[in-house]
């Protein structure tokens, strides 16, 4: 069973910094791409950023130019730097990976999603 456990949530003020981290572990694997995505109170979940294993980035137009995503892929670990933190990024960060992950009934399509770590920005 593939695990994704998210870190570095916390507490800001506004135009702060705050450094998130999800490592994957569990079982046989391979990632293809892994994203950070967040929901804020009464609203849908929508995507932030994805990352290829490749390198290749996509974000979301409300945080491009302050957040970077990146990834060490042998440890299996996605990072989101995010700066210029504004009172509406407060949302709740869920990381997810993709790819395959080896089961007793051979290869399957891996979809796993973090438990999710709590942003706070303060004004």
């Known amino acids: 069973q593939v695990q994704l456990v998210e870190s570095g949530g916390g507490l800001v003020q506004a135009g702060g910094s705050l450094r998130l981290s999800c490592a994957a572990s569990?079982?046989?694997?391979?990632?293809?791409?892994m994203g950070w995505y967040r929901q804020a109170p009464g609203k849908q979940r929508e995507l932030v950023a994805t990352?290829?294993?490749?390198?290749?980035?996509n974000y979301s137009d409300f945080v491009k130019g302050r957040f970077t995503i990146s990834r060490d892929n042998a440890k299996n670990t996605a990072y989101l730097q995010m700066n210029s933190l504004k009172p509406e990024d407060t949302a709740v960060y869920y990381c997810?990976?993709?790819?395959?992950?080896?089961?007793?009934?051979?290869?399957?399509?891996?979809?796993?999603w973090g438990q999710g770590t709590l942003v706070t920005v303060s004004s």
């Open positions: 997810n990976a993709d790819g395959l992950m080896l089961t007793t009934k051979g290869l399957n399509a891996l979809d796993a």
């Open positions: 569990g079982g046989a694997f391979r990632i293809n791409a």
């Open positions: 990352i290829t294993s490749g390198g290749n980035t």
